[in-house]
């Protein structure tokens, strides 16, 4: 399943639950909370074949820009071979094949460049939608382990997630 789906599925499921009267808390179904929780932890290395696919597709496109550069390169010095040996041509023939290496050498280049910018692209939106996705479980968490509890700062890389426990002290969440 979509990991976005099990997301929805955590909204749905939050929205659900009983509001306790005169306070902003609600009280959720724990064992679907659990269970939705562990279809995000199966979806998530599915995020990661995705990515996985993407670094292959770049090199793949890599391999072909090389190989198209290679042939092209080939042909440039047959072409220039060919034009060496017409001595009325041998300076036309060199420039021409310097013109042609050094536009395969360009092709190649934007190709290259082309497929890195591309796949860094790819990958910065699924940090972002991965980054999105471990807050929401970790709010999630947080929720149902310590009901009551406000969330006092989002998800932030390489640091614990803070609640806010009604009886005014901090605890750390993150596992």
């Known amino acids: 399943m979509d990991i976005l789906q099990l997301v929805d599925r955590l909204e749905d499921l ?13 009280m959720i179904d724990e064992e679907r909370i659990l269970a939705i929780l562990d279809q995000m932890r199966i979806s998530i290395p599915e995020e990661i074949v995705k990515s996985t696919t993407i670094l292959q597709e770049r090199n793949r496109i890599m391999e072909r820009a090389n190989e198209d550069a290679a042939r092209v390169l080939q042909e440039s010095r047959k072409k220039s071979d060919e034009l060496l040996d017409q001595e009325t041509s041998v300076q ?8 042609v ?3 395969a050498k360009a092709d190649a280049e934007q190709i290259m460049n082309d497929a890195d910018k591309y796949v860094a692209d790819s990958l910065r939106e699924l940090e972002k939608r991965l980054n999105r996705i471990i807050a929401e479980v970790r709010n999630g968490i947080a929720e149902v382990e310590m009901p009551g509890a406000q969330i006092v700062a989002q998800y932030k890389p390489n640091q614990p997630a803070m609640v806010h426990v009604p009886q005014d002290q901090d605890v750390d969440i993150s596992r």
């Open 14 to 26: 939050i929205d659900e639950g009983r509001h306790l009267p005169f306070s902003k808390f609600t």
């Open 92 to 99: 036309a023939a060199q420039s021409r094949a310097r013109e």
């Open 101 to 103: 290496i050094d536009r």
